[in-house]
C-alpha cells in the first residue's frame, strides 16, 4: 500500500556535526518529495523539497539527495545548530488508485542539537 | 498574503459533544488537505477536498467524521460524538493545485474530556 519509512525515529548530535535523515517510499510514481521541520506545538513548515527529475538540491547548509531506482531520499543538514532541535517531517506524493497526488508523511525523527 | 488559518487553535469537548474545525485555505489556493496528529507521533492524512468536491476520503474514519468546503466559506472538518481517541491536533493544509506543495495552518487542538 501506500508508505513512506523514516529512520532514524531520534537523532543526537553534537553541535557543529553533520545530521542524515532517510526515507524510503513505496510508490514508483511518486514524484515530489518534501521535508517539514515541527517544532513543539507548532505547524509543520517547509524546509527543503525536490522533483523526482533531480538527484540533488541544497539550500545553505541543507541539502536532499533523492534516488529514484532504490526508492529513497535522504535529508543532509550539516554545521548543525542548537536551533535546527525539532521533529523532521519527510513526505513523498502518493498517486495511487485516485490518483490525487496527496502527501504522505514518514513517522518524523526527533533531532537533538546539543551544545 | 495571509497564510492558513485555522479555528479554533484550541477546543475542549466532553465525551458526545461535537466538534467542528474550520480552515480558510490561503488566498489563491482551491486544495485543502486535513491531517491528523496525535500525541508524539507522525501526520496521518485524512481528507482532500477541492471547492464542492471531496476527491480523496481514504483517511477518514467510516463513521462520525465528515469534511466539506463549500463554495463560499472555509472547509470544515466535523466530528460527531467524539470520544477520547479523538483528542489531538488537526491541521489544515493548503496547495494552489495538486502534487505540489502545501501550507500548513497552525493546527486546531481537540481534547476530548
Known amino acids: 500500500g501506500e508508505n513512506v519509512e523514516q529512520h532514524p525515529s531520534t537523532l543526537s548530535v553534537q553541535e557543529g556535526d553533520s545530521a542524515v535523515i532517510k526515507c524510503t517510499y513505496s510508490?514508483?510514481?511518486?514524484?515530489?518529495f518534501p521535508w517539514y521541520k515541527q517544532e513543539l506545538g507548532k505547524r509543520p513548515q517547509l524546509i527543503i523539497d525536490?522533483?523526482?527529475?533531480?538527484g540533488e538540491k541544497k539550500d545553505q547548509r541543507i541539502a536532499v539527495t533523492l534516488n529514484k531506482t532504490a526508492k529513497h531520499f535522504s535529508l543532509h543538514i550539516t554545521e548543525t545548530q542548537p536551533e535546527d532541535s525539532a521533529v523532521y517531517f519527510c513526505?513523498?506524493?502518493?498517486?495511487?488508485?485516485?490518483?490525487?497526488?496527496?502527501?504522505?508523511f514518514g513517522q518524523g525523527t526527533t533531532l537533538q542539537v546539543k551544545p | 498574503n495571509a497564510g492558513v488559518m485555522q479555528n479554533p487553535r484550541h477546543l475542549v469537548r466532553r465525551r458526545g459533544q461535537e466538534a467542528r474545525l474550520r480552515c480558510s485555505p490561503m488566498?489563491?489556493?482551491?486544495?485543502v488537505y486535513w491531517y491528523r496528529q496525535l500525541p508524539e507521533e507522525g501526520l496521518k492524512f485524512m481528507v482532500y477536498l477541492q471547492k464542492e468536491n471531496i476527491i480523496d476520503e481514504s483517511g477518514m474514519p467510516k463513521e462520525r467524521f465528515s469534511a466539506e468546503f463549500p463554495k463560499e466559506g472555509p472547509s470544515i472538518l466535523r466530528i460527531q460524538q467524539v470520544v477520547r481517541g479523538d483528542s489531538a491536533a488537526y491541521f489544515c493544509?493548503?496547495?494552489?493545485?495538486?502534487?505540489?506543495?502545501?501550507?500548513f495552518g497552525e493546527g486546531s487542538w481537540l481534547t476530548v474530556v
Open positions: 488566498k489563491g489556493h482551491s486544495h
Open positions: 513526505a513523498a506524493s502518493i498517486r495511487g488508485s485516485s490518483n490525487t497526488g496527496k502527501l504522505i
Open positions: 493544509a493548503s496547495s494552489p493545485n495538486s502534487g505540489n506543495t502545501i501550507y
Open positions: 525536490i522533483r523526482s527529475n533531480v
Open positions: 510508490d514508483s510514481a511518486s514524484n515530489y
